[in-house]
């Protein structure tokens, strides 16, 4: 099991960037890859961006495509999710994932189900 624990969230006015961290620890060795996922107020949990465990694939939802990037820090064990151009829309708890499929190293998931260790959210508003 790895244990994620995020930061960097909070209110930033439309247009603005934000970056979120997430700080793995235990058995990263049996990490293939890591994701950010996001949950608005009364919707499910949806993907926004993964990348696998060397940092040379990275994959991201259409709707963030072009303001987000997704980054890894192996020595820290810590992947970023820099947010540029934020709307209200993107308002939501973003929560970091990992996964111990080894099949995701080469082929990135956006299914909630491919991720098996979770954090406990970060919370990010943007404001109009």
């Known amino acids: 099991q790895v244990q994620l624990v995020e930061s960097g969230g909070g209110l930033v006015q439309a247009g603005g960037s934000l970056r979120l961290s997430c700080a793995a620890s235990?058995?990263?060795?049996?990490?293939?890859?890591m994701a950010w996922f996001r949950q608005a107020p009364g919707k499910e949990r949806v993907f926004v961006a993964a990348i696998n465990w060397n940092g040379a694939d990275t994959l991201y939802a259409d709707s963030v495509k072009g303001r987000f990037t997704i980054s890894i820090d192996n020595a820290r064990s810590t992947v970023y999710l820099q947010m540029k151009s934020l709307k209200p829309v993107d308002t939501a708890v973003y929560y970091c994932s990992a996964s111990s499929y080894p099949h995701l190293e080469y082929e990135l998931g956006t299914m909630a189900q491919k991720y098996d260790s979770w954090g406990q959210g970060t919370q990010v508003t943007v404001s109009s």
């Open positions: 235990g058995r990263t060795s049996s990490t293939y890859a």
